[in-house]
């Protein structure tokens, strides 16, 4: 399994609330890839499984 950063969508400090950010999948195959969410002291990394 290669690991390689392909995006990064957000890199900046925001104040506290909800926020939303679009994903353009149509530069990749399809294929597994892991994408993750850091926020303080909070990370999480999930699957996304790409179908094109």
């Known amino acids: 399994m290669l ?3 392909i995006y990064v969508l957000v890199n900046k400090q925001q104040s506290v609330g ?10 990749l ?3 597994i890839y ?5 926020a303080g002291e909070f990370v999480k990394t999930k699957k ?4 094109i």
């Open 34 to 38: 892991f994408y993750r969410i850091q």
């Open 3 to 5: 690991r390689r950063e």
């Open 18 to 27: 909800n926020y939303e950010v679009e994903f353009d999948a149509s530069g």
């Open 29 to 31: 195959t399809s294929g």
């Open 48 to 51: 996304m499984i790409l179908l």
